[in-house]
């Protein structure tokens, strides 16, 4: 079992810049993919980022390239969601999630919310313009 405890959520104005937290703990593979997903009302839930956190290996949907990255440090077991240039459009409750590596591979559904195992209850991030 994983347990995940995402932090770090808030206001801010376009243009700004948050960083989010994913805190994960219990028993963990060594070889694991974490994913940022994110939900705006009345919208699917959207891949943000996957991370192969072995190597840091990170993978951005096209619509935050550029703007967020994804730093870790693993002797605390945290990713780092970091948001810079913040747009209203990115206004949504943010997730992490976990799941296992091949996720997170060139290619790989790093994407896709149902081949993540645990999830953490998320944390709202507001943009205003």
């Known amino acids: 079992q994983v347990q995940l405890v995402e932090s770090g959520g808030g206001s801010a104005q376009a243009g700004g810049s948050l960083r989010l937290s994913c805190a994960a703990s219990?028993?963990?593979?060594?070889?694991?993919?974490i994913g940022w997903f994110r939900q705006a009302p009345g919208k699917p839930r959207e891949g943000v980022t996957g991370?192969?956190?072995?190597?840091?290996?990170?993978y951005l949907a096209d619509s935050v390239k550029g703007r967020f990255t994804v730093p870790q440090d693993n002797a605390k077991n945290t990713v780092y969601l970091q948001m810079h240039s913040l747009k209203p459009e990115d206004t949504a409750m943010y997730y992490c999630?976990?799941?296992?590596?091949?996720?997170?591979?060139?290619?790989?559904?790093?994407?896709?919310?149902?081949?993540?195992?645990?999830w953490g209850q998320g944390t709202q991030v507001t943009v205003s313009s």
């Open positions: 219990g028993t963990i593979d060594r070889r694991i993919c």
């Open positions: 999630a976990a799941g296992p590596f091949p996720i997170c591979t060139s290619g790989g559904p790093w994407n896709n919310t149902v081949r993540y195992n645990y």
């Open positions: 991370v192969y956190v072995p190597d840091g290996t990170a």
